[in-house]
């Protein structure tokens, strides 16, 4: 016969995953709506924080299907999409400076290059 209880460390992990694979989708989908329905061209370091995003979203989901059957194994895999938003966290602070001219960034980032002056009409 199945087992139809839930267990309530595995009820904690599929909350908590779903919430961070709620959130992951979301955030991945606002940047590719800014440049697809916004028309804002991302620069490489846009590009290499979507990373964490593409790997972590289909490890959570993976990781949430295995919370039953391989919990350790599960955990294993929450613990790597945690470690890998972390680095990314460090990766966005970087990139938020660099974006606020806070320190150079690399030459081929849209926001080291300075924005075109513009002159009043009249």
Do not use: K
């Amino acid at each position: 016969m199945l087992e139809t209880t839930v267990r309530p460390d595995h009820a904690n992990a599929y909350r908590l995953g779903g919430l961070a694979l709620l959130i992951s989708v979301g955030i991945i989908l606002t940047a590719l709506a800014f440049e697809y329905l916004g028309g804002y061209a991302p620069c490489p370091l846009c590009l290499i924080q979507r990373y964490a995003f593409y790997a972590g979203i289909p490890l959570t989901f993976l990781a949430m299907a295995l919370v039953a059957e391989r919990s350790r194994l599960a955990a294993v895999m929450f613990f790597v999409v945690a470690l890998g938003y972390l680095v990314n966290a460090g990766l966005a602070s970087y990139h938020a400076g660099v974006e606020w001219h806070f320190w150079p960034g690399p030459d081929t980032c849209t926001a080291a290059q300075a924005l075109p002056q513009t002159r009043p009409i009249c």
